[in-house]
T-cell receptor
Framework: KNQVEQSPQSLIILEGKNCTLQCNYTVSPFSNLRWYKQDTGRGPVSLTIMTFSENTKSNGRYTATLDADTKQSSLHITASQLSDSASYICVVSLANQAGTALIFGKGTTLSVSS | NAGVTQTPKFQVLKTGQSMTLQCAQDMNHEYMSWYRQDPGMGLRLIHYSVGAGITDQGEVPNGYNVSRSTTEDFPLRLLSAAPSQTSVYFC?????????????FGPGTRLTVL
């Protein structure tokens, strides 16, 4: 069964600290893996998209890694800010699909406190 | 560009009532989708469209209808609302297939069915 599992479910960190969110998937055939940030009451916003051949991709203070062999990805946030408080969703897409291609994780809720 | 817009932002219905959730995009994207987001679950695909006049079912289509008469608009209709349809609904669009292209999400419609 195609699944995306994220951990931890929630996380609280102090402003300025770093953190890493995990994503494990059992999706085949694999096309790409995305990380989205969803602020409370808003729609998800794309942070990174990585294909099979990409190991690392950065977007400002956000760095995503992908290990296609172990089917694991991580999102590392550096020098966290209060505005980083949000839900982070890992999404894996199936190759050779049209509309029904995206498998969504349940998300990790990050709270950054001062 | 306004991106993806959704109306209304909030709606309360009584069981059995019908309504239409509106979605529009101004990016000339061919691919549009409707998702629902429930607590503790990943986003689930309701219906999608690969172009004007072409729609198909997603993972949870029961109780919902869609049509796509123009590239810009993709309304979602609830024919006879049920409490199980209480959820947050997101519309999304992309230039390419959802599997390949970056998806842009609207701000969401929070629906409560009493």
């Amino acid at each position: 069964k195609n699944q995306v599992e994220q951990s931890p479910q929630s996380l609280i960190i102090l402003e300025g600290k770093n953190c890493t969110l995990q994503c494990n998937y059992t999706v085949s055939p694999f096309s790409n893996l995305r990380w989205y940030k969803q602020d409370t009451g808003r729609g998800p916003v794309s942070l990174t998209i990585m294909t099979f051949s990409e190991n690392t991709k950065s977007n400002g203070r956000y760095t995503a890694t992908l290990d296609a062999d172990t089917k694991q990805s991580s999102l590392h946030i550096t020098a966290s800010q209060l505005s980083d408080s949000a839900s982070y969703i890992c999404v894996v897409s199936l190759a050779n699909q049209a509309g029904t291609a995206l498998i969504f994780g349940k998300g990790t809720t990050l709270s950054v406190s001062s | 560009n306004a991106g993806v817009t959704q109306t209304p932002k909030f709606q309360v219905l009584k069981t059995g009532q019908s309504m239409t959730l509106q979605c529009a995009q101004d990016m000339n994207h061919e691919y549009m989708s409707w998702y629902r987001q429930d607590p503790g679950m990943g986003l689930r695909l309701i219906h999608y469209s690969v172009g004007a006049g072409i729609t198909d079912q997603g993972e949870v289509p029961n109780g919902y209808n869609v049509s796509r008469s123009t590239t810009e608009d993709f309304p979602l209709r609830l024919l006879s609302a049920a409490p199980s349809q209480t959820s947050v609904y997101f519309c999304a669009s992309s230039y390419e297939f959802a599997a390949r292209g970056e998806q842009f999400f609207g701000p969401g419609t929070r629906l409560t069915v009493l």
